[in-house]
């Protein structure tokens, strides 16, 4: 039987590429450091590190552990002290309802405008606008219970946000937001831009005509603005809201150079002899082009996460981004930029560095692998 | 005789990886004596175009490496030593250098007035009025016609054979005493390459340089050089004065490429191949006369009736501009017989073969496959016919898919065209295919770019096979491939064809490799056919002008009388 000959497995052009991106050290080392954050991130996903972020783990803006703790906070005086400003801050806004002598009408206001329906649905509608009642509800409840229960650190390991929250569990937990958004969103931008481009790239005539038109037309509106109208109609704010925003408007880039490998490709000898043994349309756009042009994709892929973190963080940094009670590191910026002025840095520190680093092996990684994965540069 | 420059000890390596270098030139001399034409001929991996690299000192830095020991003596310095700036100095001054590829060897976006003069300013110091009129004539020297007009072209404006004729007028321009020839006529049609032969050779004893001109065919190697170095596998095998290694071979490897090509005046029933003579000499060649031709009781599987293509390319908003590429061809297919078709690039014969597979859309005509249109019918009715006409392309690096193995090249056609059961029946049949085409069965498991350029066209045709095709056409199929590599997939061709009396469609430029496949011949000149003949007969009474300006363009290596 032909089959039983002895044979050894011979190295497939990916494997090259892997052995070319093995010998590149610092492809290695940034692989390694990606590898780490989406290791803790996966831990932090299935709840087993950072898992109570959200508690209240050390004094209000507690400095780090190598900082020490504040001169005027020291003590349990600092611990009741705290906890009496965390409550004056939970009590602000439950007198909001009940001293405004004007919610009442507000709420059938804000109810007629928007469905005219009874009054009592549009009473909690105008409750449930009010994104931050749940939260706060729960933070009263944890600022009551830490009040009795335990005594809060005077400092934390990389200090404590407004709330006395952990900064570093914070940091762990935002990156959970903020890698699984970039990654998500590229994958669904590069498959969209992947398609699209095959398609008009393969088929040409009018469909290319009318991508090229669609594209144009995307490109032309100014980012911001496609992503508020994008946000506009979505209508909800959440995660998944998030990619589909940076997956609809991201593909572009993909559909250009993929259109043009395809319009490349398609005109290849080994593409005709495809069409010579009568192999069909989707057969050659999908087992022959595309994984000579993956090495793209995979790129363009790689690329656009990178830029997608970095997406993510603006977005929430702007308030279009997670919700509150969700941390990403957009979030924590955003907070950080009021804590700056009371001269309160570690936040940002904490989630600027874990940003910075985590993008900058991204990027050297995907040009390993771009370097990797071109046959013309080896 | 007077040595301009000469090699000694010349070795060349290269850094594949890490741990593992390739020695590409191990340790060769010669002598180029001067006002004299010294071919070096070689097959592709011979250290040829290495050699004339280093004499430059243009190898890439970063991962070649002259090794110590190694000279290149011009004029009693040894260039091996010298540094860039040095060197730049010698480049396009006393030693120039001309390209294989013109299109890409001129820059695109400047006149070629301008690159010819920007060579004459940097080395000659010449003001841009003097230098403009110097370019001028120049290309009147180079036999461009109206060079006062065409010193302001851009290169895409001119034929391939005119860019190359600014290749060597911009490598003349400082009167070099050496002129570096890399392949300077293996891109060009074969009625321009006996022209750019013919102003190299009578350049070179106008301006009493020395050329060293480099080739992997020695058939243009006979009608110019003085001297001959062959080299294999970057080893120099024989060296002497043309004439002596022409008639008097002493090395086996210089007899083999001598015999391996097909020849006008004699047609073996196999061509002999390098093993033939490497091994030992174990002659087992064939050599006795090939019968050709066709005779008209010969059945007919193919018939074109005034097939036509035209091509659309967009002008303006809405304008289209129509070009003819295939006019009014009819010709007749015997079965088991195969017709050459020949021209030059833009003859429309590739059309021809892409038309008839449907490849392209015909425009007009039809082509009557055992009596039914293949033209006209439905892809859906095409497809047993497209199964039963299969096509060999020329480049064998581009006609196979990188990315999948072996097996799965052989086995795709199968399974589309649902031939063979299971997959273990169709691994079984490519398993006979890859025997029928002389590769190791080990060869199902690996992926094309661990073959050689010969092996992987044995790959190519072993795909049609697997379909057991009745029509096959070859487009171009063995003019990217060495000459001993050529010869060996002729006699596979020619095997597969006794063997399973198969019709051949034969595309070539090369009319030695026409000559010996085809029992017709059909030349074709801008998309309509010239003359449709039996070879022998075409080949001895050639009726048309178009056909003996062709024919009398083939280099004849030197036999000149016989």
Known sequence: MPFDIPHTVSPSLWALAWKRLRADRVAMVSLAIVALFVVQMILSGAGLIAKDWAKEAGVNYAPPTLQGPDAESTGPAAAAGGATTAQAAAEEPTELPVQDPLADALAAIRGETKKPGGTEAAAAEGQSVDPLADVMADIRAKGTKADVAEARAATLPLGGDKWGRDVLKKTIKGSETSIFVGLAAAVVATFLGTVFGAAAGYYGRWLDDFFNWFYSVFTAIPYLLLILAVAAVLQQKGIMTIVLILGLTGWTGVFRLIRGEYLKHKGREYVQAADAIGASNARRMFVHILPNVSHVVLVQLSILTVGFIKAEVILSFLGFGVPVDVVSWGSMLNEAQNELILGKWWQLAAAGTAMAVLVTAFSLFTDALRDALDPKLK | METLLSVRNLRVNFRLDEETTFEAVKGISFDIPKNSTVALVGESGSGKSVTSLSILGLLPKENSHVLPGSEIVYEGNNLVGLNQVELRKLRGADISMIFQEPMTSLNPVFTVGFQLSEVLRLHRDLSPAAAHKRAIALLEEVGIPDPAFKVNAYPSQMSGGQQQRVMIAMAIACEPKLLIADEPTTALDVTIQQQILDLIAELQRRHQMSVLFITHDLAVVGEIADYVVVMRNGEIREQGAAKRVFENPQDAYTKALLQCRPRLDRRPVRLPVIEDFMNGGGHAMNLAERKRGIALSDPIILDVRQLGKDFYSREGLFGQRKFEAVKNVSFKLPKGKTLGLVGESGSGKTTVGLTLMRLHEASAGEALFEGRDILSMSPREFMEYKRRIQIIFQNPYASLNPRMIVGQILTEPMQI???????????????EMLQKVGLPEVSFYKYPHEFSGGQRQRIAIARCLTLKPDILICDESVSALDVSVQAQVLNLLQDL??????????????????????????????????????????????????????????PKGWHHGA
């Open chain 2, 497 to 554: 064809q006794d063997e399973f009396h198969l019709s051949y469609i034969f595309i070539s430029h090369d009319l030695a490799v026409v000559k010996y496949i085809s029992d017709q011949v059909m030349v074709m000149n801008q998309g309509e056919i010239i003359e449709i003949a039996d070879s022998d007969a075409i080949y001895r009474n050639p009726r048309e002008p178009y056909t003996k300006k062709l024919l009398s363009a083939i």
């Open chain 2, 417 to 431: 065209h649902g031939i063979g059961g299971t997959a273990q029946e169709r691994a079984d049949l490519a398993f």
